[in-house]
């Protein structure tokens, strides 16, 4: 049982430059979830899906995007990379939105230079 | 918006001591509680959780505490050891216009345990 897999782990983006962090699920979570970490900010929300097909913005969503084709995997995508964006990026799943357990994927730590 | 802020941001102690991190929210409706534990280049894992209905809840060397009239809670770590060196996160829950429920995360404190 992998849990929530992110791939890559590290990653170093030039500005301008586009790249898609991978998010997979193996326990039928309907509702799935990107974060973004940054030192000192505690985890923001970027974006989230209650289900395959239905995505939604959080908190700070601009300079994302997200598809959610199947239960299984949410892809985020950042089209123009810039400085702003360099953090830790976790995926998280969970059962439900009420207050359920959100399991985290290992993080994947960009950084846009 | 919904706030969570969360103190201290780092805390040292001997093994064997108690440590205790509080965290205080802004939303009068949230309703859930949950502290997370992050382990050096691994994601947040859940290691105890509260709901408003409950005013204390232990799991082991772990209890949190809930305060819903002064609207802060506490984690509270009895008999430390190095292995709960780590950051943790305290989270409330607060819905969104859609109706969807979110967390809303503290800034984290850094525990360290020395030996």
């Known amino acids: 049982n992998a849990g929530v897999t992110q791939t890559p782990k590290f990653r170093i983006l030039k500005i301008g430059q586009s790249m898609t962090l991978q998010c997979a699920q193996d326990?039928?979570?309907?509702?799935m979830y990107w974060y973004r970490q940054d030192p000192g900010m505690g985890l923001k929300l970027i974006y989230y899906?209650?289900?395959?097909?239905?995505?939604d913005k959080g908190e700070v969503p601009n300079g994302y995007n997200v598809s959610r084709s199947t239960t299984e995997d949410f892809p985020l995508r950042l089209e123009l990379a810039a400085p702003s964006q360099t953090s830790v990026y976790f995926c998280?799943?969970?059962?439900?939105?009420?207050?359920?357990?959100?399991?985290f994927g290992q993080g994947t730590r960009l950084t846009v230079v | 918006g919904e706030n969570v802020e969360q103190h201290p941001s780092t805390l040292s102690v001997q093994e064997g001591d108690s440590a205790v991190i509080k965290c205080t929210y802004s939303?009068?409706?949230?309703?859930?509680f949950p502290w997370y534990k992050q382990e050096l280049g691994k994601g947040p894992q859940l290691i105890i959780d509260?709901?408003?209905?409950?005013g204390e809840k232990k799991d082991q060397r772990i209890a949190v505490t809930l305060n819903k009239t002064a609207k802060h809670f506490s984690l509270h770590i009895t008999e430390t050891q190095p292995e709960d060196s780590a950051v943790y996160f305290c989270?409330?829950?607060?819905?969104?216009?859609?109706?969807?429920?979110?967390?809303?995360f503290g800034t984290g404190t850094r525990l360290l345990v020395s030996p």
């Open positions: 899906s209650v289900g395959a097909g239905i995505t």
């Open positions: 939303d009068s409706a949230s309703n859930y």
């Open positions: 326990m039928n979570h309907n509702y």
């Open positions: 998280a799943s969970s059962y439900s939105d009420k207050d359920t357990e959100a399991f």
């Open positions: 509260i709901r408003s209905n409950v």
């Open positions: 989270a409330a829950s607060t819905r969104m216009n859609t109706g969807f429920q979110k967390l809303v």
